[in-house]
Every structure is written in C-alpha cells, then in structure tokens.
C-alpha cells in the first residue's frame, strides 16, 4: 500500500518555466489538497478536490492550476514559474477534510 | 492577522519533563481540530484529534476552549523522540488552516 506519492521530488526551474507536480493516492480518498509550506508560515492550502471533477480554490491559488479526472491523481500545474514559488510543496488525501490528512513526502521546488 | 497562531518556541526541555503549549484560531465558526506532528520538514502526521471535551492519548492531552479559542497540547514524560514540530490545524468547511508550528527539543 503506497498512501500518497508525489513526483518528483527537487526540482529546479527557470523563471517562466511549466512543470506539473503530480500526486497519487491509492486509498480511495475523495478529499485532496494540495499545500506549500515556507519557513515560518506553515502550510497553506493552494487547492483542493472532494471528489473527481470537483476542485476550488484554497488560500493561495494564484498561478496553479489542478485538474481531478479520476480519484486517485490531483497533480498541481505551474503555469509560468516564479520566484516566489520556491517552496516545498505536499499533498495529502482524505476520507474527508475532518479525516486524517495523509501526506505524500513532499516536491521540493526552487525558481531562479 | 493569521487564521491560527502558534508559538513558534522552540521549548528546550529535559527527558521526562512535563511540555505544554497553546494555540489561538480566528474563526469562531471553525467546526474540527487537530495537532499534527512534522519532523525535520518531513511530511505531517496526525497526533490526535481535539475534541471539546478534551482527550489523551498515551502521554499527550489535548484540550479546546471554544469560548477563547484556542487550542492546548500537554505532553508528559518527555521522551527524545518527542522532538518535533507540533502543528495546530483547524478546519473550516472543506479547507485547513495550518500553524506555522510549535518547536520541542527534548535533551538527555
């Protein structure tokens, strides 16, 4: 049983670059979120989905994209990289979002 | 001002110490909370859920003052492993609010 996994994890990037995080679940979880955590701010959500062909948008939306085609994938797009987007980014999976989140082991993503 | 606030520490403390820290939400409406525990910027983990009632688990208890709004972890008999980060995470409808973390180091 694999829980979530998340590809790749460093990556390094060019200012205006494209890249897709992308993040698996094989628990059946309808509920999943990405977030971004930079020192001293903690985690904060960009987007979630409570089930396949439903996203919204979390605290930090702004130049990410994600799709939910099937249960199990919710990757996160970059759309045109930036700076302020060096991060750590994970993904977790729920039954729900009063569930225990499962976290993947995290991407590790610098813009120069 | 940030939706939950922790202090961010770090608590220094000797094995079998007694621990305590709190942490303070915004939203009064928020329905759900947890501790979350994250080592050296790995991926969190569930501690335990709080309930109003208050609960423990092993050595740690949990407590949640709806009406000040905020949020206690105690952990008793400190061990070396409990060294951590210790994040307070509230739910609001569908999207958590993470702290930025609590600190302890706990030393031989």
């Known amino acids: 049983n694999a829980g979530v996994t998340q590809t790749p994890k460093f990556q390094v990037l060019k200012t205006g670059q494209s890249m897709t995080l992308q993040c698996a679940q094989d628990?059946?979880?309808?509920?999943m979120s990405w977030y971004r955590q930079d020192p001293g701010m903690g985690l904060r959500l960009i987007h979630y989905?409570?089930?396949?062909?439903?996203?919204d948008q979390g605290e930090v939306p702004n130049g990410y994209n994600v799709s939910r085609s099937t249960t199990e994938d919710f990757p996160l797009r970059l759309l045109s990289a930036a700076p302020s987007q060096t991060s750590v980014y994970f993904c977790?999976?729920?039954?729900?979002?009063?569930?225990?989140?499962?976290f993947g082991p995290g991407t590790r993503l610098t813009v120069l | 001002r940030k939706e939950v606030e922790q202090d961010p520490g770090p608590f220094n403390v000797p094995e079998g110490a007694t621990v305590a820290f709190n942490c303070t939400y915004s939203?009064?409406?928020?329905?759900?909370f947890f501790w979350y525990r994250q080592d050296c910027r790995k991926e969190p983990k569930l501690l335990m859920s709080?309930?109003?009632s208050g609960n423990e688990d092993g050595r740690f208890t949990a407590q949640l003052n709806r009406a000040s709004q905020y949020i206690s972890l105690l952990i008793r008999d400190s061990k070396l492993s409990d060294s951590a980060t210790y994040l307070c995470?509230?739910?609001?409808?569908?999207?958590?609010?993470f702290g930025a973390g609590t600190t302890v180091t706990v030393r031989a």
């Open positions: 989905s409570v089930g396949a062909g439903i996203t």
């Open positions: 709080v309930y109003s």
């Open positions: 977790a999976s729920s039954s729900g979002p009063t569930d225990t989140q499962y």
């Open positions: 995470v509230v739910n609001n409808d569908y999207k958590l609010s």
């Open positions: 628990m059946n979880h309808e509920y």
């Open positions: 939203n009064s409406a928020s329905q759900s």
